[in-house]
């Protein structure tokens, strides 16, 4: 074996903290934007018509329940800067861009805790008993990120309920949710229906392999607050070519199958690989990226992720995640060579 240092000019760059569609862009993504490049000459259609009947088909949802924006941060703002919660609670560990966005808008945060003991599984009673009277809002990612776990259907259910007993708006975020086995079967929409005071966000940028699109939207059944939004909102806040793109996109059912076919089996073989190791302890992951501890002590994630970038693996250290620390690494699943060459990597540390 050749021990000469590596250099990362040797391999291709890999993103594995994107959470990003191995796939990449779609093709049918790729040929809307070709074939209507003269668009960016006018201005977009404010009623949007084709667009929010793409994304009420897609999403399984009543045309007037679809609010959209430009990405899910967009949308998140939007919603904060409405609801004004005073009180919020969030799941930790959890996407840190919540904490970002709820302290730019003055909103106290208080933390539910995941156990590692539970490996990160949600324990839907206990959050249930944690919510008082006094809170506003609750956010929760399903599946969560960075743990890749999956909330059933039957539990957001009873917590939907327990929210609207306590009039606390619970914002259901699916931006990995195409990723798990059935997301039809797991997803919150169906909810929205029955419930005024939650609302479903999912983002393109993940599962479809365009985060530049800045593309977001948010199903909620509530006609004061859709109107509020309508009123705060740029009429016409979608670019031509984004909202074209995105039209023709969620009509592609070939790469919807087969995005889905590509995940299940690289999450099934790289949590096999890496299951032979006894340095690291895997949490078995539900969408296209997976927590991984490190249990080594004089191994940190920056030691690993030091150790990947000189393959041109682009890894997530994960110690600046609430309730996470060093020996902590986050990555995603991409294409069978890449993936083989990732987990030979980190095996080599670890």
């Given amino acids: 074996m050749n021990n000469a240092p590596l250099r990362i000019e040797q391999y291709a ?34 009623y949007y018509t084709k667009l929010k009947n793409a994304v009420a088909a897609y999403a ?54 995941l156990n590692e003991e539970d490996e990160y599984v949600l324990d839907i009673d206990a ?45 259901i975020d699916e931006m990995y949710i195409e990723f798990t086995e059935n997301y039809k079967k797991l997803t919150a929409v ?46 016409n806040n979608i670019a031509s070519l984004t909202a074209i793109a995105i039209t023709d996109m969620f009509n592609d059912e070939e790469y919807i199958t087969q995005s889905v076919s590509t995940i299940h089996t690289e999450r099934s073989l790289v949590y096999l690989a890496m299951s032979t190791s006894r340095s690291i302890h895997l949490f078995k992951p539900d969408a296209n990226f997976m927590l991984v501890k490190l249990l080594k002590d004089d191994i940190t994630s920056a030691d690993v992720a030091a150790h990947a970038s000189q ?15 060093n020996k902590y690494i986050r990555l995603c699943f991409m294409n069978p060579k890449q993936n083989d060459l990732m987990v030979n990597t980190i095996l080599e540390i670890v």
């Fill in 13 to 46: 760059t890999v993103l594995y903290n994107a959470n990003l569609n191995p796939r990449g862009i779609p093709d049918s993504v790729r040929n809307a934007i070709k074939n209507n490049i003269d668009t960016i000459s006018k201005y977009p259609d404010i």
């Fill in 60 to 113: 399984d949802a009543p045309l007037e329940n679809v609010v959209m924006g430009n990405g899910s941060s967009d949308l998140l703002k939007i919603f904060t800067s409405l609801l004004r919660p005073k009180k919020t609670l969030l799941i930790v560990p959890g996407p840190t861009e919540y904490e970002k966005v709820l302290t730019d808008y003055k909103s106290e945060i208080e933390y539910f805790e």
């Fill in 127 to 171: 959050l249930i008993q944690s919510l008082r009277d006094d809170m506003d809002m609750l956010i929760v990612a399903n599946p969560n990120n960075p743990t890749s776990k999956k909330i059933e259907l039957a539990d957001i259910k009873k917590l939907a309920e327990a929210c609207s007993e306590k009039d606390i708006f619970l914002l």
């Fill in 190 to 235: 169906p909810l929205v229906k029955e419930h005024k005071n939650i609302a479903v966000l999912r983002s393109v940028s993940k599962f479809f392999a365009v985060p530049g699109l800045r593309f977001a939207y948010a199903i909620v059944n509530n006609k004061e607050l859709k109107a509020e939004i309508d009123r705060s909102t740029t009429k």
């Fill in 311 to 325: 393959r041109g693996i682009i890894i997530r250290k994960c110690d600046d995640i609430r309730g996470l620390s």
